[in-house]
């Protein structure tokens, strides 16, 4: 957002991209259908069904061309330009092909102020990379991400739509990077706030072990 | 009866009412952008936010608590409250920017919010001068921005169909667009896309927006994110008169308004009529403006060399004198207005003619159950009323070219282009003809050419094909001086452009053609037949009276929206 804020300019999206997938390739199987199906049935409009079809839809291809938004689209039968709508308000659906591992860096409030530009920077730094492009090697990509809602462990980053990465530092940047170019995903890590601990009566979570939960906050080199 | 109190003010109200179409409709002139009244209220922009509250009540009593001076005590909600999603109650207190401090500053900030990222190019903005964001600005907003930071850059220029062009730096994702293509046209062509500062309304990728309606979003966008290609650049709306009339391209008649610069037609927007248009023009019905510019005739001709009306009235008179009745074609003109057809069967019959006939303009699958219809012609109707029928063209065609035919009077319409004979096979008939355009085929072949005035320089009368009888004003003037256009021009609009007094009077592109009801009763006269009309106005007051078809379609009945007439054949 920082850059943004610099400068401020929304590109116009591609009109008319070549498409992708096509042919027998760009389909759901029985099976994905009849889930597609169950889902449209759960919910008091087929709309509803549009989160799951279209997740469906990336695990299946990987991301999400136009053509694979369209597919969702027909098979719940809603219209592709609120599919399309839907699709391009997340960035946890990719409309493009991404690496193998996709680090979104949250630099919303919280993360800004403790340090999140520091460590989208230094990411970007050390692959080589600027944030929404993918390394020549096609292993990382590097998004900026809006609140992640893991605010109190700030600043974190979520590896591929799956585990986040809390409290982060070069080090475990150093760590998480190395890792995944070893194919080791980082564990769910929980984390819990002091102030649940009193409102839970003392009653801590079983994984406690596992959680910097008195750790001192970082602060932002940016900002400070 | 429910009531309700806005501003101190109680109004008695039935059902259950949108408070802000409500206070609309009351005259409380709440602002608001996103809330449209055909359609849905996301209430996303916030800008008609009003303080609501209720009587408290007493749990035990049921009974409302009273305060020290024994009135009402009233709970207002805990914030305010976007009057375009609520639903009216009875007992309901309400206060808006003209009794609460709070509403004001809502709007005011709200307004600062919306113009943060707005590029307030108003100065080249088609919109300026029309546009809810200037105006409620101007009205309620601040004085000046806070915010010293860049604004955000968005897809200018963007052709999103082949008749809309976006500038998202402008929008204000009120959603209306979106919402009339979900909602109302149902092409489901426009969605907004991405998210927070970045999002704006889009077509999705490889989708074009050609919805044949896609125009309406034009006047329904609260700001000038979205402009005509056509007009773009055209006239500011300051520049142009607006008259309130009825679109020809079919026989729906949908209301319109025609915006005239310089006796120009620059563009056609709908004008609101519940009983045929709703708020909605087709874009081919918006489109409608070259007509009325292009390939107008200079004045009228005889043998095809110009002369002045003088003469060409009594060449025209010429042509009808001493003919066989029997052997003279006349062809009436679901273009023209009923006044003019009226007035050709009264000369038809003066001359021993049969009743004029006219040529049907149909073109089978256009319609599309809306707004577009079959007939391409807008009075045909109006002409069956009047005891024309619609011409069999090859019966027509064998009378011409048999020799049957002596003398042909058509009124405003091209029977060589419509297939019925060429050019060529009227040379030894006498051709009067009334024509809108110099790319009229039969032109080459008429012995009195009359330039006639078209729908948008005529008073007349339409019926369209739901059987609704309907004004035509006058939206621009003619060459020459005519008491009766004038007196309608001044009195239909109302801008500073009606008289020859003012600075804004403009004397170019004047056509030098007459309306029917001017031409038809000259040639008349001159044959010895008076038509004693102080106007069409009294023409239609005439067929009112006399002709069961037109019962009650006076110009008095008829006003701004028309009247529907009974279908033939019951009451005949
Ligand atoms: S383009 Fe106009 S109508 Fe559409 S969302 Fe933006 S402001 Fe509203
Ligand atoms: S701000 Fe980063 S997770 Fe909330
Ligand atoms: S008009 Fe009510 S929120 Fe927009």
Known sequence: ?224 | MPTITIDNQNYEFEGRPRLLQFCLDNGVDLPHFCYHPSMSAPANCRQCLVDVGMPQMNRETRESNLDDDGNPIIQFMPKLQTSCSMDMTDGMVVKTHCSSDAVVRAQKDTLEFLLINHPLDCPICDQAGHCPLQNQAYKHGPESSRFEFQKVHKPKHVDLGPNVVLDAERCINCTRCIRFTSEISKSNQLTIIERGVKNYPMTPPGIEFDDPYSMNVIDICPVGALTSKEHRFGARVWEMSKTASISTVGSKGSNCYYWVKDNQIMKVTPRTNMSVNEYWLSDEERLDCDRFNKNRPTGPTVENAEVSWEMAYKAASDCLTGIDGSRALFVGSAYATVEDNYLLTKLATAVGAPTPVYLAHVEEGHADGWLKTDDRAPNSQGCERLGLHAADVKELKARITGGEVDVLYVLEDDIVAAGVCTAKQLKKVKVILHHYHTTNQTLPAADVALPAAMAVETVGSFVNGDLRAQRLRPAKSIAGVNRTLSMEIGKCRADAHGTPFDKWYNESNLVNCQPGWVSIPEIASRLGHEMQYKGPRNIMAELAESDSGFTGATYEAMGEFGVSLEPIGVTA
Request: charged share 25%; glycine share 8%; aromatic share 10%.
């Open chain 1, 1 to 224: 957002m920082a850059d943004f804020i610099k400068n401020p300019v929304v590109d116009l999206l591609d009109r008319n991209p070549e498409p992708v997938f096509s042919g027998k390739d760009l389909s759901f199987s029985k099976d994905e259908k009849a889930q597609i199906m169950k889902w449209v049935s759960s919910y008091p409009s087929k709309e509803g069904a549009v989160m799951h079809g279209l997740w469906l839809a990336q695990e299946k291809f990987g991301f999400l061309p136009p053509e694979v938004i369209q597919l969702v689209a027909d098979e719940i039968g809603m219209p592709y330009a609120d599919t399309y709508g839907v699709a391009t308000f997340y960035t946890q659906y990719f409309k493009e092909k991404k690496g193998d591992y996709v680090l979104d860096v949250c630099t919303c409030f919280s993360c800004q102020l403790c340090g999140g530009y520091d460590i989208l920077h230094y990411l970007e730094d050390k692959l080589g990379i600027h944030k929404g492009e993918t390394t020549a090697d096609g292993m990382f990509t590097i998004q900026e991400a809006e609140c992640l809602g893991a605010c109190g462990s700030a600043p974190m980053l979520q590896v591929t739509n799956g585990p986040y990465v809390n409290h982060l530092t070069p080090e475990k940047i150093d760590a998480l990077v190395d890792a995944l170019r070893d194919g080791k995903m980082p564990e769910f890590e929980s984390v819990t706030l002091p102030q649940d601990e009193d409102e839970l009566g003392g009653n801590r979570r079983t994984d406690v072990s596992l959680t910097p939960t008195y750790g001192v906050c970082p602060v932002s080199e940016t900002l400070s």
